[in-house]
């Protein structure tokens, strides 16, 4: 029997964030109370962000293989055969909490977590984006947040040396009191060079490597699984602190000693530290493990078996290693001046033993940690399917050039070259496509090859319709991709939700995945890995659903890529897809009209027409036949050829459909649509090949001028309003450094 260190509380159970009916099930499967130690394990192991106990039901039903699949979900990343012999590794996480608590720090590390989850497994990164999600920008914390978030961002992934390539912003009231801040990174590895986490082998050294462990972070991994309240503030002291140049030395020597063929298995210490990393790795492994924990190396003193196992601090590994080997390990952490300590070995008796000071802290079934955490059932309801909104039934503006110029300056719609240019996009010299189009493309080594990145949600459309808003997050993905020319691979998805225990938001949650689920599968876009960030609420109002999808993409000749700017003057414009002046839930309503309780229905998605017209797109792309695409999404087609105009400096006459009343032509959010370029010359064949394709395709204009213009008239200035487009973000930030 171990010694109690601690009295165990209900308040003590409570603030570990486990309900009593789970306290019971600990006491139920080690037949007796738990030490403060074992307490915190548990506490760690059984959250939400950790265990996906309201999530595992519904995660299971999507789809996880394909033919180019090599790993799916349960690994640190996915992993994606791009031919050659070689494999992307890629996946997304959020860091939420910590970023709205302590801006900088929680997503400076929300990028070196998901870095190490990419590099464990043997690649080296080559590609990071983020998706951020931020309150109205009239609230008070928002600019602060805003800011600490992109400098943290930047910050680590400019010194790390990444390039971040792309990503999307949001601004909502639902985010003023939780930001989202989700993390994306990919690497290159060879198909044969992959390392796994499962564990093998009895009687074999567990090392620890990189920095040395700290108090920073501790409980960050429960934090992360709580709803926030007026005491958020206190919750500072679990936000990681990070530094991408330990992390830069951690790659490199990771990357030598798997070279060295001295590594079994490695597994990267995230959320819940020591704890979570060396019970994977066990228990995947159908064997014990045991840790001394008066061998890891700490920065500060006096440190206990329970801030050990739960500290969250930043740059550090856990693996098991080949005992010939580890004399020539250590000298490579040494020559990289990293950490480098035998903290344990792997058991044949299934048992998860800590050790601190000669005593033994924690004795408890390792399988038990895992495979026995609370899974729930949790109950939902479906919200009644909206109804479409009919473009007649929305009130026009006969200002069409004001509107557009308002659309292109709204915080949803303006630039984000405030952002992105704080980020380095072209380290490592293989950007060919950065941020601000589609999709960001990366060349693979020294090519031909290609891979290209984009994410995506509209949180809008998953409020009003979970459903058909999880299909459009993956379909616009989907479209982006193809865009650039690349053929779509896999998917990773972070799936951002208020707290499951409401019936409300779970129904949310069920419904996105269904419409995910769907769309994967029509599209052949296996979802490969991924995270579930849950009870993203502060004081009981939860944010809108957010399942953000990020998509991988392979060009087989990158230089066979195309862009959103328009390359010359008399080009024509033509528009593929079908438009019926969709309304329901347009930025046009919403931020034109001040419609914000807009309970319509969003823009159906057809998967099957998305995945003809996409096919047909890439095709022309790969021919040679086109000279600018851009997909058609957020504010319609009027601001989809603005976005194209801008990006060139050249202006474009334009000939509305008449069947459909101009607002609804111009800002209408059909889905399953592309602008695309080609000469003059090379139109008739074009429609011609989409007739006999059974593709919508009609001539919409042509490019020229330095003006925008309807018809002949209605010009716009194509330099006013690329004034108000990149002006926005720029003069909001600077009004907030003068305050």
């Known amino acids: ?26 006491l139920d499967l080690i037949g007796r109370e738990p030490t403060l130690t074992e307490l915190g394990i548990f506490s760690a192991m059984w959250n939400e962000h950790c265990s996906y106990k309201s999530s595992k039901k519904w995660l299971r039903t999507l789809p996880t293989t394909g033919p180019r699949v090599i790993c799916g979900p349960g690994e640190n990343a996915g992993v994606v055969d791009i031919g050659d012999g070689q494999a992307i590794i890629f996946k997304m996480e959020s860091h939420n ?54 400098a943290g961002i930047g910050g680590y992934g400019n010194s790390f040396g990444v390039p971040t390539v792309g990503g999307e912003v949001n601004f909502d009231p639902s985010y003023n009191g939780n930001c989202l801040v989700n993390a994306f990174a990919a690497g290159l590895a060879d198909t044969d060079k992959i390392f796994y986490s499962e564990a093998k082998g009895v009687g074999l050294p567990l090392v620890y490597l990189g920095s040395k462990t700290g108090r920073d972070g501790i409980h960050g991994a429960t934090m992360a699984s709580a709803e926030f309240d007026e005491d958020t503030e206190e919750k500072r002291p679990t936000v990681q602190i990070g530094d991408p140049f330990s992390e830069k030395l951690l790659l490199e020597a990771c990357l030598e000693l798997m070279a060295s063929g001295a590594v079994i298995a490695i597994q990267d210490m995230g959320a819940a530290g020591l704890t ?5 790795m066990g228990a995947k492994g159908d064997l014990g493990v045991e840790l001394d924990l008066d061998k890891v190396p700490c920065r500060e003193e006096g440190m206990t078996a329970y801030e050990m196992m739960l500290s969250e601090s930043q740059e550090r590994m856990l693996m098991v290693l080949d005992p010939a080997r580890e004399r020539d390990a250590e000298a490579i952490f040494v020559k990289w001046g990293l950490d480098f300590a035998v903290v344990g070995r792997t058991t044949d008796d299934l048992r998860f033993r800590i050790r601190r000071h000669g005593q033994v802290m924690a004795d408890l079934p390792i399988k038990d940690l895992g495979d026995q955490a609370p899974e729930y059932d949790r109950p939902f309801v479906k919200a009644d399917r909206p109804k479409p909104l009919s473009p007649a039934d929305v009130p026009a503006r006969n200002d069409i050039s004001d509107v557009l110029v308002k659309m292109l300056g709204l915080p949803d719609m303006c630039s984000r070259r405030w952002i992105w240019e704080q980020y380095d996009h072209l380290i490592q010299g293989n950007t060919a496509i950065g941020p601000g189009g589609d999709a960001a493309v990366v060349r693979v080594e020294q090519g031909p090859k290609g891979l290209a990145f984009s994410l995506d949600v509209s949180p809008r459309y998953c409020a009003a319709d979970p459903l058909e808003g999880g299909k459009q997050a993956v379909a616009e993905c989907w479209r982006n991709l193809t865009s650039v020319g690349a053929e779509p691979l896999a998917v990773t998805d972070n799936l951002n939700f208020g707290n499951p225990e409401k019936p409300e938001i779970m129904g949310q949650f069920v419904g996105c995945i269904e419409g995910i689920g769907e769309a994967c599968r029509a599209l052949d876009f296996p979802v490969v890995s991924g995270n579930v960030s849950l009870y993203n609420e502060t004081n009981g109002k939860g944010i809108l659903p957010t399942p953000a999808i990020g998509g991988v993409g392979l060009l087989p000749d990158v230089s066979a890529r195309a862009t959103i700017a328009f390359k010359a003057a008399g080009e024509a414009i033509l528009l593929v897809g079908e438009t019926k002046g969709h309304l329901g839930q347009s930025i046009y309503v919403r931020d034109i009209l001040g419609k914000t309780d807009d309970r319509s229905a969003p823009p159906p998605v057809d998967l099957g027409l998305e995945r003809r017209n996409g096919d047909f797109v890439r095709d022309e792309i790969r021919a040679g036949n086109l000279t600018a695409v851009h997909d058609i999404s957020d504010g319609g087609l009027f601001v989809a050829v603005a976005e194209m105009a801008m990006a060139a400096g050249i202006g474009a006459s334009l000939t509305p459909d008449t069947a459909l009343p101009l607002h609804a032509w111009a800002f209408g959010e059909d889905q399953a649509r592309y602008l695309v370029t080609l000469l003059e010359k090379d139109v008739a064949a074009f429609l011609e090949r989409a007739g006999k394709a059974a593709i919508p395709a009609a001539r919409i204009g042509t490019t020229g001028g330095d003006e925008l213009t309807l018809n002949g008239a209605i010009p716009i200035s194509l330099a006013g309003i690329k004034a108000v487009h990149e002006g926005w973000l720029p003069a909001y930030m600077a009004a907030g450094a003068e305050l």
Not at 11 to 21: A, M, Q, R, T, W
């Open 1 to 26: 029997m171990i010694p109690n260190d601690v009295a165990i509380t209900p308040e003590l159970i409570s603030e570990h964030g486990l309900k009593p009916d789970e306290y019971q099930r600990i």
């Open 276 to 280: 979570c990393s060396a019970v994977e």
């Open 97 to 150: 909490h910590p970023s709205y608590i302590e801006p900088h720090e929680g997503a400076a590390t929300g990028v070196g977590g998901i870095l190490r989850d990419v590099f464990t497994m043997g690649a080296r990164p080559i590609a990071a984006l983020n998706a951020l999600r931020f309150g109205e920008p009239d609230h008070p914390r928002t600019r602060h947040i805003v800011s600490g978030v992109v």
